[in-house]
């Protein structure tokens, strides 16, 4: 599923615009970012958390020339769902 097939489901679940999806998808995503910007930690319950990862300075390799090369410090954003989504996911 792509953004704009994700908008129309949205739209169709919630009997709003696709305008009115789109602007609350585009909300979302932009408070997700901001919040994960400054550090935070986003939990919706039942659904899943997102938070930011930290990941240390460490020795990697070019895997053509097998040099090594120093991999710099760095944030990643994370997600970690929450149960009721795992159970919905493998419900049979």
């Known amino acids: 599923m792509n953004k704009t097939e994700l908008v129309a489901a949205m739209a169709s679940k919630a009997d709003i ?3 009115d999806a789109e602007k609350a998808l585009k909300a ?3 408070t997700v970012g901001a919040q994960l910007k400054k550090g935070d930690k986003i939990q919706l319950v039942g659904f899943g958390t997102f938070e930011v990862a930290k ?3 460490r020795e990697g390799r070019n ?3 097998g040099a090594t090369m120093k991999i ?3 944030k990643a954003p994370k997600f970690k ?3 009721a989504l795992k159970d919905l996911v493998n419900k049979k």
């Open 17 to 19: 615009s696709k305008k």
């Open 28 to 30: 979302f995503t932009d």
């Open 55 to 57: 990941r240390a300075a």
């Open 81 to 83: 769902p929450g149960k």
């Open 72 to 74: 710099a410090a760095s």
């Open 63 to 65: 895997p053509q020339t």
